[in-house]
């Protein structure tokens, strides 16, 4: 099979494209399946870097999700086909990465695909929509709580919003960095109002009014940083915290101590780590049946069109310098 490997860790340069890989071997509860699309998320570039994220490497090909067809299936399963459309959040679960024609997973993470998605459509969805359904899972909001969120126009903000605003509107104030990003959000079903520009000097009070004056029962940050330490200081006591990047610094963190605050952790490799495979099916599924009953969309799409390691090296910087405008990057592996 065609692959692209990282050579090392550092810039896109280190990409290599290998013209003929193994196919990867299939085990009894495993499938194989022939990728036709994947899609790119921040930790692709983290672990191109060797940040702490490529602790979770064990394949030189990157890529975290995709969507295919099934080529083959392991002797013990039953819940799959050969030539089924499928998607899943592979992670650190497969065979290898997802820029490769061709990937081996445990049948347990895969879910059937929606007939009227595309596979770009259906590479795009898993990780942000698995990340923003373990959200709202595990916080428990509720219509009556206002909720901040930071870095909104992201692929796990946007589907965040659709996701709360599924079955009742939410009192939710969002930071934006640029018009583009403004755009995104309005189309997502935000007022203006909603939404504040984090450029903005006095930022905490100007979120302040846009939320009555209240503090946030719930800050959900996509951000890290600077950010986290504005989500402690704007959270009420006893509110909560969700942490998506692992990237708060240590005064935000004793400022949610002094508040009493809860932080949750949203990890959505734990589940991996400890092999609790059937999580990722069972979620994936349920995000289908909302697709196909239309409570929620796929995301907007930036495609590559060619598998190149060119395309693989500009959906990097892209993501690396932010200019994802609200889009989710793909890539098409294979037409046919």
């Not at 975290?64 to 013990?76: A, D, Q």
């Not at 799959?80 to 997802?98: E, I, L, R």
Request: include cysteine.
């Amino acid at each position: 099979m065609k692959a692209i490997i990282l050579k090392g860790f550092g810039g896109t340069e280190n990409f290599e494209l290998r013209e003929h890989m193994g196919l990867p071997e299939i085990g009894p509860e495993e499938v194989l399946v022939k990728i036709m699309a994947t899609a790119f998320n921040p930790i692709d570039y983290q672990m191109r870097q060797g940040r702490s994220e490529s602790k979770r490497l064990h394949s030189p090909v990157l890529g975290r999700e995709f969507s295919g067809t099934v080529v083959r299936v392991g002797t013990k399963v039953r819940s799959f086909h050969t030539g089924d459309a499928v998607f899943s959040a592979s992670g650190s679960m497969g065979s290898n990465g997802t820029y490769a024609e061709y990937i081996v997973v445990p049948a347990a993470i895969l879910t059937i695909k929606p007939v009227h998605l595309s596979y770009q459509q259906a590479a795009a969805i898993p990780v942000v929509y698995l990340t923003a359904l373990q959200i709202v899972d595990r916080l428990g909001i509720k219509s009556s709580d206002r909720i901040l969120l930071t870095g909104a126009a992201g692929g796990v903000g946007l589907a965040l919003i659709k996701l709360l605003n599924a079955n009742a509107d939410h009192h939710i104030v969002a930071t934006a960095g640029n018009v583009k990003s403004k755009a995104v959000l309005l189309e997502a079903g935000l007022a203006d109002r909603q939404i504040v520009d984090y450029h903005q000097p006095d930022l905490k009070n100007l979120i302040l009014a846009e939320n009555e004056g209240e503090m946030f029962d719930f800050c959900i940050d996509l951000v890290g940083g600077e950010m986290s330490e504005l989500c402690a200081s704007l959270i009420r006591v006893n509110g909560s915290y969700a942490d998506v990047t692992a990237l708060g610094t240590s005064k935000a963190l004793s400022d949610f101590f002094d508040k009493g605050a809860t932080v949750y952790h949203i990890s959505n490799y734990a589940y991996a780590l400890f092999n609790h495979y059937k999580w990722y099916g069972d979620q994936l599924g349920r995000i289908a049946g909302m697709l196909e009953n239309q409570e929620i969309t796929a995301p907007p799409l930036l495609v590559f069109d060619s598998f190149t390691i060119q395309s693989v090296a500009e959906a990097h910087q892209i993501l690396e310098e932010n200019r994802t405008n609200g889009k989710k990057i793909v890539m098409n592996i294979s037409t046919a």
